[in-house]
């Protein structure tokens, strides 16, 4: 037992209240539960029928974590891969430079200060090996670094200097019971499935040599660990040794280590890796993993979750969190729905798919479903002809302009409810339930602009999907006057989602308007230009400016040359034209353009108005046509 109380102590507390509790503790409840840990010297022992687990929690120096005769870490097939970069490496090497040489003197340091380099959760597996389930990152460049330290060391015949050397061989490399190192028989191994230059991170453990053809992050960041310590050498020749026997000595771990895999992961979803957030995917990862592994299908698991990693990175662009998270969510309403769950109020990720010691990730179902669920979307992103009529992509075309993302997650539910047996949809269906989707999101962005205020008509409506009842908002249907005079009156300001959504909308009710290529980059124009209003002043209502009749999509790259021309000048961008030197500028894509000036000289404010009263009173018609109306 340590004196007092340190960062063990403090971390113990805390993984106990996120590991075994639910709900925040109360007062008295936390000073019990960090009396227990104290007592126990640093373990946890819970009192509840299936948790009974034991947690060891405390800090140790690299040296001692690392030459532990027992020490034996493993890197699991289900861990992701190594992914810490030369930033990383730079950022650590800065931070354990000025920690072992306060003020560049090496005489500054105070041999009791300690730096912590943060946490490793282990839990001994069946092999008697240390399975590392969070701290890989930081546990790998370490040892990438005392290698690059071994290697220095070679040349050096100075008792310091040879200490030393003996020291980090411990850290590296198994020992015999003379405590001699077995230069064959590393201290870590990986076997992460992903990653395919694990091999790569072995070898440069076991020959401390890597070769400018290898690419590697495992051997970017060696070579980098190599360069600074040579540059560290030419400053500091006589006290060389004293870096890495600070490291060794006063750089501080917290190894925590569970009795069970599942106790681990709990942990593991409490903690970040440094500057590397942990992901709710990679956790669910580990719970299919573990489910697989035990029925016997192990390497399949890991090909079928390696293709669907692939495929959520190239169509997922989440704000935050991974793409795999994304897809996770992407089906959790789904799951959810099913549960009968309408309320606007959503938990989180993690929170939703732990539930029943994470029941829905140990059915084979389930994962067949994401990778369904995956493969429509992945088909939706590329636009696939032979899987959606021409109707039906131009229809979530538009949806690609949505005022908020709420209709992924709609779409989500409807695809797994009605898909086939081969993960495909009626046609008819999709597209009626797509032409309902559309106006009433759209309208309701305008009459209840709030950013969540869409989930309560929505979540009633996924309920109402897996129930097999048809969708028709029968709860949150629009007073007609009130949704005309708010159109009327709306202005469409570019910053306004909205304003695209509509644009977007509108374009696909010219019936001569090709699909558009959905990476296409648009800009909206103003048709009648804000420099020529501030120039002319030919707008009575200067907020006409910013009314739908004036505006359109168009392309990025031609609102740049279009910029700011009176229109009869802009009919050439819009129907493209060849330059002086035989270059061909491209028309735009948007036909209601081409069309708008092909049939006019000029675009006034009363042309402005017809326009506008145009696309207001067909998406009126387009709202009744769909019974949005009470």
Not at 33 to 52: P, Q
Not at 258 to 273: C, E, K, P, S, Y
Not at 338 to 367: Q, V
Not at 605 to 618: A, H, K, M, P
Request: glycine fraction near 4%; hydrophobic fraction near 35%; charge should be negative.
């Amino acid at each position: 037992m340590h004196d007092g109380i340190n960062r063990a102590d403090i971390l113990s507390c805390f993984l106990y209240m996120r590991v075994y509790s639910t709900e925040p503790p109360e007062e008295e409840h936390l000073l019990l539960v960090f009396f227990v840990v104290i007592t126990v010297n640093y373990g946890i022992i819970t009192l509840g029928d299936d948790k009974m687990s034991k947690l060891n929690v405390d800090q140790k120096n690299i040296g001692i974590l690392f030459g532990d005769k027992k020490s034996d870490f493993l890197i699991p097939d289900y861990q992701r891969p190594y992914a810490w970069s030369e930033e990383e490496c730079q950022t650590l090497w800065e931070d354990l430079f000025d920690f072992a040489f306060p003020n560049n003197e090496y005489k500054a340091f105070n041999n009791d200060d300690e730096y912590y380099l943060g946490s490793i959760v282990t839990f001994k597996n069946n092999d008697n090996k240390l399975e590392v389930i969070d701290g890989q990152q930081r546990l790998t460049t370490l040892m990438l670094l005392l290698r690059a330290f071994y290697v220095k060391f070679n040349s050096m015949k100075t008792e310091e200097s040879l200490k030393t050397k003996e020291f980090i061989s411990k850290c590296i490399w198994k020992t015999d019971e003379f405590g001699t190192a077995n230069l064959e028989e590393l201290k870590i191994n990986s076997e992460v499935a992903t990653d395919n230059d694990k091999d790569e991170f072995l070898n440069i453990l076991k020959t401390g040599v890597v070769t400018e053809k290898q690419k590697s992050k495992y051997a970017n960041n060696y070579r980098f660990f190599q360069k600074k310590i040579d540059e560290f050498l030419e400053g500091y020749m006589d006290v060389f040794s004293y870096f890495p026997i600070r490291i060794l000595n006063n750089c501080i771990l917290l190894p925590i280590e569970a009795d069970n895999q599942n106790t681990a992961l709990r942990i593991f979803a409490t903690l970040n890796d440094r500057g590397l957030p942990l992901s709710d995917a990679d956790i669910f990862k580990a719970q299919f993993y573990k489910y697989y592994s035990e029925k016997g299908e192990k390497v399949d698991f890991i090909k079928r979750w390696k293709s669907l990693e692939e495929i959520c990175e190239k169509i997922f662009h989440p704000m935050n969190g991974t793409p795999m998270d994304e897809l996770f969510t992407r089906y959790m309403y789904y799951e959810r729905a099913k549960l009968g769950i309408k309320s606007s109020t959503t938990e989180a990720l993690r929170r939703f798919y732990e539930k029943d010691s994470y029941s829905l990730l140990k059915n084979d179902n389930t994962l067949k479903n994401l990778e369904d669920l995956a493969e429509f979307w992945n088909d939706i992103s590329v636009q696939n002809s032979e899987r959606f009529s021409d109707r039906v992509l131009k229809k979530l075309f538009v949806l690609n302009y949505a005022p908020n993302g709420m209709w992924n997650y709609f779409l989500s539910v409807y695809f797994m409810q009605y898909k086939d047996n081969k993960g495909k949809l009626d046609d008819e269906k999709l597209f009626s339930f797509l032409d309902k989707m559309i106006p009433f999101i759209w309208a309701y962005a305008v009459v209840n602009p709030g950013v969540n205020a869409l989930r309560t008509p929505v979540y009633a409506e996924m309920v109402n999907i897996v129930n097999n009842k048809s969708v028709d908002f029968s709860d949150y249907k629009f007073e007609e006057v009130q949704v005309k005079n708010m159109f009327d009156n709306y202005l469409f300001y570019n910053r306004r989602p909205i304003t695209k959504s509509m644009l977007a909308w509108w374009a696909f009710t010219n019936p001569k308007q090709d699909l558009i290529a959905i990476d296409t980059e648009f800009d909206i124009e103003h048709i009648y230009a804000k420099n020529r209003q501030e120039n002319e002043k030919g707008l009575k209502k200067s907020n006409n400016i910013e009314k739908l009749g004036n505006k359109s999509l168009l392309e990025k790259r031609i609102n740049i040359r279009a910029a700011d021309y009176r229109f009869v000048d802009k009919y050439k961008y819009y129907n493209g034209y060849t330059t002086d030197k035989g270059v061909v500028k491209e028309k735009t894509v948007i036909y209601d353009l081409i069309q708008l000036s092909n049939n006019n000289d000029d675009f006034t404010e009363s042309d402005l108005i017809t326009r506008n009263n145009d696309i207001i009173e067909t998406f009126i018609l387009y709202m009744k046509k769909e019974k949005l109306f009470k």
